[in-house]
């Protein structure tokens, strides 16, 4: 049982480069989570997923787009990369929340840094 | 919207000594409360969660929290801190049971611990 998987683990762009950040989950969960995690900042969500077919920005959007393929899979794509996006990146699911476990699940992150 | 203020950046504890990490958040109705520990390196992990019933709740590694309404704080306690306890501690709030709405961050706790 993988949980949520992330790719890559490491990844050193040049400014103006594109990359997907790609996150798999096999708990059957339904929403879905990108955040960032910058020192004495926390964790910071780009993007969300509430459920399949569906995508909302969160507090930092901007320079980034996100696709939920299907149900398992979220990506997070940067199309022009900045040093500003250097950060460890973190994917996390959780279960649908009426169900009252409103817990999250993060895979074990991203870290990229833009040149 | 709602927040969530982690008023110490940085704790550091003698090994054995007791522990006390301050939570305050603010949120229109009523919250959703946990409290996740990242190991360096690692993703992060849920140490407890508070939806509703009795305000002191347990989690694991012999962690508890208690939720004062009053005082809008979440304060995350263990009476005997091991080296092993040295991570950052997130305070997070979520939303009700039957909303999707999204999990907020604070911006975490560093913890040392001296031999």
């Known amino acids: 049982n993988a949980g949520v998987t992330q790719t890559p683990k490491f990844q050193v762009l040049k400014t103006g480069q594109s990359m997907t950040l790609q996150c798999a989950q096999d708990?059957?969960?339904?929403?879905m989570y990108w955040y960032r995690q910058d020192p004495g900042m926390g964790l910071r969500l780009i993007y969300y997923?509430?459920?399949?077919?569906?995508?909302d920005k969160g507090e930092v959007p901007n320079g980034y787009n996100v696709s939920r393929l299907n149900k398992r899979e979220f990506s997070l794509r940067l199309e022009s990369a900045a040093p500003s996006q250097t950060s460890v990146y973190f994917c996390?699911?959780?279960?649908?929340?009426?169900?009252?476990?409103?817990?999250?699940?993060f895979g074990a992150g991203s870290r990229l840094t833009v040149l | 919207a709602q927040s969530v203020t982690q008023p110490d950046i940085h704790i550091t504890v003698s090994e054995g000594a007791s522990l006390e990490l301050r939570c305050n958040y603010s949120?229109?109705?009523?919250?959703?409360l946990f409290w996740y520990v990242q190991s360096p390196g690692q993703g992060l992990q849920l140490l407890l969660k508070?939806?509703?019933?009795?305000?002191l709740v347990q989690g694991i590694k012999g962690f508890e929290a208690e939720f004062k309404r009053s005082q809008s704080s979440f304060n995350l306690r263990k009476p005997s801190v091991h080296w092993s306890d040295a991570a950052e501690y997130f305070c997070a709030v979520g939303a009700q049971a039957t909303s999707y709405d999204k999990v907020i961050f604070g911006p975490g706790t560093s913890l040392s611990v001296i031999p």
């Open positions: 949120y229109g109705a009523t919250p959703y």
């Open positions: 997923s509430a459920s399949e077919g569906t995508t």
């Open positions: 996390a699911t959780q279960q649908n929340p009426t169900s009252g476990a409103n817990v999250l699940t």
């Open positions: 708990m059957n969960h339904n929403s």
């Open positions: 508070y939806f509703s019933g009795d305000t």
